[in-house]
Nanobody, 115 residues
């Protein structure tokens, strides 16, 4: 079982930055993979960024070069640093963990980017 708690959402203008954090109840070093997803109103939930236990990362094309996912293992936290935000980044962002073939979700945090 893995509990996830997100923080750091908010409202910014186009071009601004936000830092999302996801605190896990288990050592992140021992979680198979962690990721950030997002869901905009009327749209399906989509993968934004993923980081494996070995540190490999994968990003959606729409965020490459603007978002960075990283692990802070000493704090059992995964961070999504977002720069140059655009209105189309507006969504609820969810932290996700895959561990021992089970998938866990956080409660979500709202990110709103105004033009």
């Amino acid at each position: 079982q893995v509990q996830l708690v997100e923080s750091g959402g908010g409202s910014v203008q186009t071009g601004g930055s936000l830092r999302l954090s996801c605190a896990a109840s288990r050592p992140t070093l021992r979680i198979d993979a962690m990721a950030w997803y997002r869901q905009a109103p009327g749209k399906q939930r989509e993968l934004v960024a993923l980081i494996s236990s070995g540190g490999s990362t994968n990003y959606a094309d729409s965020v490459k070069g603007r978002f960075t996912i990283s692990r802070e293992n000493a704090k059992n936290t995964v961070v999504l640093q977002m720069h140059n935000l655009k209105p189309e980044d507006t969504a609820v962002y969810y932290c996700n963990a895959v561990h021992v073939a089970n998938r866990y979700w956080g409660q979500g945090t709202q990110v709103t980017v105004s033009s």
